[in-house]
């Protein structure tokens, strides 16, 4: 149903159904009178003792229906646009870690810190680029590899629904979640084929290697050697559930990164890119901060553009609310853990 309290929304919304009506009836009308135009003209042709028109009739209502069904449910894509910031502290030359930025942005902060613990030279690097207006390709390492560390968990239950919920447990955590298990694809870094063989036996689910989707990200691949990095967040620890038959694959444009997630049923993309550079730290996080200088910090803005693509077959699929779930849980994720909480400070910009 539409939004009868935005007028606009509610006229784009019945303008593109009468579109969509539109298309219908003129493509129902072509198929009638092509279909009619080839019944009169072969009526008197037979195949097999019967007339081709009456071969052609069956062909020409699955022809219909198609066109039908490709017309009323067309491909379905959602589009959201994340923003996170990363600050840097001008007067102690490091990566600015503040209690209230979102957890992303403090792992971000916990990777530069341990760079620069291990001595290496992309710490003093990093600080540099994000200084620059233009991105970077270890800027986009550095970044992917904070996002792989989001994305990946012990999640089997990647199918789950939620429904509306009330009150809060003593663990408030999954709230108004119903449990699903569903047959899943897991990503992690294998060092060799029978590393984890035993697992390989767990019903509906198959292990891949993540490693060379990540070959050539220099900041995995610095976390995957001898680092002081805790193990708990180095990718040899990351798994990341997806629905069976999912693949991975990273493409590295010029000025952005790009993640892919591809199935049969859906396309989803997250595309990383720098947004912009700017003195200061963002205004939900500086009216919190503490003997706070304007002149002390400034902030690198990367703009996250996460796109999933479903498949119009998908609506036919028994378990589809699966793999709608999925891309809803993953979006969460990452809006969760990268983006500033907007009632902060939105009533001020408005």
């Not at 503040?98 to 971000?108: D, R, T, W």
């Not at 809803?328 to 400070?345: E, H, P, S």
Request: aromatic fraction near 14%; charged fraction near 20%.
């Amino acid at each position: 149903m539409p939004n009868l309290g935005n007028p606009m929304q509610f006229l784009n919304e019945t303008s593109k159904r009468q579109k969509e009506l539109t298309q219908l009836v003129v493509v129902v009308i072509l198929i009638g009178l092509v279909s009619n135009i080839i019944a009169s003209y072969l009526a008197t042709f037979t195949f097999f003792g019967v007339s081709v028109g009456l071969w052609l009739f069956p062909i020409l209502i699955l022809l219909t229906l198609v066109s039908v069904y490709t017309i009323l449910y067309p491909k379905e894509t959602t589009k959201t646009a994340i923003y996170t910031n990363l600050m840097i502290d001008r007067i102690n030359n490091c990566m600015h870690l503040s209690p209230y930025s979102p957890f992303g942005v403090q792992y971000a902060e916990l990777f530069w810190k341990t760079l620069e613990q291990d001595k290496s030279k992309y710490a003093g690097e990093i600080l540099i680029k994000l200084h620059k207006s233009d991105g970077d390709k270890l800027e986009f390492d550095f970044v992917e590899c904070v996002v792989f560390l989001i994305l990946s968990g012990f999640e089997p239950f990647w199918a789950s629904s939620k429904i509306e919920n009330y009150g809060y447990p003593t663990h408030p955590s999954h709230l108004g979640e119903e449990t699903r298990f569903s047959a899943s694809t897991v990503y992690r870094f294998q060092k060799d084929a029978i590393e984890h063989e035993s697992m390989l036996n767990l019903k509906d689910i198959e292990f891949k290697n993540l490693q060379p989707k990540l070959k050539n990200n220099q900041i995995v691949n610095h976390f995957s050697g001898n680092t002081s990095l805790d193990r708990v967040f180095k990718p040899d620890n990351w798994l990341i559930f997806t629905p069976k038959g999912t693949q991975i694959s990273v493409e590295y444009k010029n000025t952005s990164r790009v993640i892919h997630f591809s199935h049969r049923y859906f396309a989803l993309s997250l595309s990383i890119r720098k947004n912009s550079v700017a003195t200061g730290l963002p205004y939900g996080i500086k009216i919190k901060e503490s003997k706070y200088s304007e002149e002390q910090f400034f902030t690198t803005d990367f703009r996250m553009d996460f796109q999933a693509s479903f498949s119009r077959w998908l609506l036919v699929h028994w378990r589809r609310d699966n793999y709608y779930n999925w891309v809803r849980f993953l979006k969460q994720k990452l809006v969760a853990n990268f983006a500033l909480d907007k009632t902060a400070f939105i009533k001020e910009i408005e």
